[in-house]
């Protein structure tokens, strides 16, 4: 039986990851958890390349791609998914648990009854509620414990995991009839209609995110490599609304890891592609990303697992990860980590103990 969805809204201006549009706030809440356990985030913030002069700001802004790297970096320092917010942590790889465990459901409202009923496993300092009636579906976050200054960051976030993982879940980039917030309008939420589709409320009883019921009827689309694919890199789904056109970035990151030879030529991805470079360069620019970007993120993620896992010569993981030769490779990693790629798998052995061949 097919299933007659409305037709969603125009998507309003997506940030672009050039574009500071991220809140200041949303990082003195990490910060804060830092603190909270008694960590420096220095390192955190270096590697996001945020500048501590930033945090006394209240106007400032960060881009996507540094408070994407940013969460990352906290949250495995921390080994805490839910950074500071509740009374324990969130070890690393929690909310994987919650996406792996929703994935197999039949349809979208069964994924989301079991996304609310497990994570009562991991916490019960909140509860997620799926409501469905007449007049739509809602899911509701109840507070059952005081959240602090992490309470603007916590339920933002919470409502974005849920409505990023059913946009991508079903392939369907899911229109919201309101999100209501249980705070008044902060000085920042011009960012709000960046992170939701839809009308967005203050002052509310509590948060929730309402749609129309016919989504929860979609079936979901997603098998377990598409699940692995995207939890390496699940937190744009936080910061940015879901398009359709967005699945183009992970098919381009899955090109150059497989076809790293390629990386230097924007025609050769483009034609694995079946598109035009020029198209290849226009959409990724539409969806906040570029080519350049993804491939000094793939080459790193790669050589930082090379450098890791192997002992293979500098030479060897260079041209691996597509560099001509290890002088520039050896140029271009210092950019991204501080330090040379000898002594970075210097660090690396002396921490782990072991590598292998």
């Given at each position: 039986m097919?299933?007659?969805?409305?037709?969603?809204?125009?998507?309003?201006?997506?940030?672009?990851?050039?574009?500071?549009?991220?809140?200041i706030a949303f990082v003195q809440a990490i910060v804060a958890a830092f603190a909270r356990y008694g960590q420096d985030p220095g390192e955190a913030l270096r590697q996001a390349r945020i500048a501590p002069q930033q945090l006394a700001d209240p106007a400032a802004r960060v881009t996507a791609a540094q408070f994407e790297a940013f969460s990352g970096a906290a949250m495995q320092q921390l080994d805490d998914e839910a950074p500071g917010w509740f009374a324990r942590r969130l070890p690393w790889g929690s909310y994987g648990l919650l996406c792996r465990a929703s994935v197999t459901a039949p349809t979208l409202g069964v994924a989301l009854q079991r996304w609310c009923r497990?994570?009562?496993?991991?916490?019960?300092?909140?509860?997620l509620v799926l409501d469905r009636g007449p007049a739509g579906a809602v899911l509701r976050i109840e507070e059952h414990r005081a959240l602090g200054t992490f309470r603007e960051f916590c339920l933002v976030t919470l409502l974005r995991y849920l409505h990023g993982f059913a946009c991508w879940a079903t392939d369907s980039r899911i229109a919201l009839r309101e999100v209501a917030?249980?705070?008044?309008?902060?000085?920042?939420?011009?960012?709000?209609?960046?992170?939701f589709p839809g009308?967005?409320?203050?002052g509310a009883a509590c948060a929730t995110l309402a749609f129309d019921a016919p989504y929860l009827a979609l079936p979901l689309v997603r098998d377990e490599a598409a699940t692995r694919a995207m939890l390496q890199r699940a937190l744009p789904l936080t910061v940015r609304q879901y398009r359709r056109d967005r699945l183009l970035v992970d098919r381009v990151r899955e090109l150059l890891r497989q076809h790293p030879q390629d990386a230097a030529r924007a025609d050769a991805v483009a034609a694995r592609l079946?598109?035009?470079?020029?198209?290849?360069?226009?959409?990724?620019?539409?969806?906040?990303a570029s080519l350049q970007d993804l491939k000094d993120a793939v080459r790193r993620?790669?050589?930082?697992?090379?450098?890791?896992?192997?002992r293979r010569p500098i030479k060897q993981?260079?041209?691996?990860?597509?560099?001509?030769n290890d002088k520039s490779f050896a140029r271009a990693f210092r950019g991204w980590t501080g330090t040379g790629p000898g002594a970075f798998r210097d660090g690396a052995t002396a921490s782990s103990g072991d590598s292998d061949d």
């Open positions: 097919s299933i007659r969805l409305p037709s969603p809204p125009a998507a309003p201006p997506v940030a672009a990851d050039r574009r500071a549009a991220t809140p497990h994570h009562g496993l991991l916490t019960d300092d909140v509860r917030f249980p705070f008044a309008a902060p000085a920042h939420a011009d960012v709000y209609p960046l992170l009308p967005v409320r203050f079946h598109m035009s470079a020029r198209t290849l360069h226009r959409q990724l620019h539409e969806e906040g993620e790669m050589a930082i697992d090379l450098l890791r896992r192997t993981v260079a041209l691996a990860v597509g560099f001509r």
